[in-house]
Nanobody, 115 residues
Framework: QVQLVESGGGLVPPGGSLRLSCKGS????????MGWYRQAPGKQRELVAT???????NYEDTVKGRFTISRDNAKNTVHLQMNSLKPEDTAVYYC?????????WGQGTQVTVSS
């Protein structure tokens, strides 16, 4: 059973922007910290950004100032605005609660930054 559905990925040149979206059920979003994670080829999945139910945010150091996480609790959706993208941002991006719950992992959305 799919719990979270990510979308918005694609191929962009360095310096470009993308806006990712993740939609789930109210049960997942209610009162939970939501996070965006990514997994690059040959690397472990890593946490990129988090947002609390009260909209306090935190970011991994390499994306600070470039990425912005936001959430719409009424729509059970979390977004990741990514600007000034770099080739090293290339990865499959996933959303999940934080800490992650195994059953909630979706298919992710591929982000490729290349000229």
């Amino acid at each position: 059973q799919v719990q979270l559905v990510e979308s918005g990925g694609g191929l962009v040149p360095p310096g470009g922007s993308l806006r990712l979206s993740c939609k789930g059920s109210r049960r997942i979003f209610a009162n939970n910290v939501m996070g965006w994670y990514r997994q690059a080829p040959g690397k472990q999945r890593e946490l990129v950004a988090t947002i609390t139910d009260g909209e306090n945010t935190n970011y991994e150091d390499t994306v600070k100032g470039r990425f912005t996480i936001s959430r719409d609790n009424a729509k059970n959706t979390v977004h990741l605005q990514m600007n000034s993208l770099k080739p090293e941002d290339t990865a499959v991006y996933y959303c999940n609660v934080m800490p992650p719950w195994e059953a909630y992992w979706g298919q992710g959305t591929q982000v490729t930054v290349s000229s």
